[in-house]
T-cell receptor, first 114, second 114 residues
């Protein structure tokens, strides 16, 4: 059963702590993406990766870090430098970075930092 | 500057009617256009993609693209209460860095009244 998994579904952290969100896909997709969604807003791109061991910053990369050591995995770390980390985080993947490739989303992780 | 605009709604239609959702974009070079459906608290689900001018039909959904006028629309025929959701338009646009990436609109909330 192919798809994208994200864990955990809900995450609560204290301010000042780093937290890592998991994203795994078994679709054999080359490209993976992290988005952030705030209430009533569209999706904003945090980071994306087109191939293993390579990733690029999106619109709002400050305070976040990623790694792409395996094709299947693209974890996102929300660091204490991120000023307003509470949001809905979505991971997506596509066959490749080309403009015709459709992106498919995981179920998301809802992060609350207090 | 990349921009994808949608009316936030809510768009309210009676059950069985046609719902018409619109989206305009700024990058004339865009070649790929997508519609996602997002239920409250869930992740976006890809429902339509369109790459050429004209209409593309899939079941009760029809996507319409007019590149000259830079708009893309989604028609939902025989609307059902289960269609009540937020519909996100996504366009593959060229960003300031020169790369192409999906730009999402903020979404139109559709309410289908029984």
């Amino acid at each position: 059963d192919g798809g994208i998994t994200q864990s955990p579904k809900y995450l609560f952290r204290k301010e000042g702590q780093n937290v890592t969100l998991s994203c795994e896909q078994n679709l054999n997709h080359d490209a993976m993406y992290w988005y952030r969604q705030d209430p009533g807003q569209g999706l904003r791109l945090i980071y994306y990766s087109q191939i293993v061991n390579d990733f690029q910053k999106g619109d709002i990369a400050e305070g976040y870090s990623v790694s792409r050591e395996k094709k299947e995995s693209f974890p996102l770390t929300v660091t204490s430098a991120q000023k307003n980390p509470t949001a809905f985080y979505l991971c997506a993947s596509s066959r490749g970075p080309g403009q015709s490739h459709e992106q498919y989303f995981g179920p998301g992780t809802r992060l609350t930092v207090t | 500057q990349k921009e994808v605009e949608q009316n936030s709604g809510p768009l309210s239609v009676p059950e069985g009617a046609i719902a018409s959702l619109n989206c305009t974009y700024s990058d004339r070079g865009s070649q790929s256009f997508f519609w996602y459906r997002q239920y409250s608290g869930k992740s976006p689900e890809l429902i339509m993609s369109i790459y050429s001018n004209g209409d593309k039909e899939d079941g009760r959904f029809t996507a319409q693209l007019n590149k000259a006028s830079q708009y893309v629309s989604l028609l939902i025929r025989d609307s059902q209460p289960s269609d009540s959701a937020t519909y996100l338009c996504a366009v593959n646009e060229r960003w300031d860095t020169g790369r192409r990436a999906l730009t999402f609109g903020s979404g139109t909330r559709l309410q289908v009244q029984p």
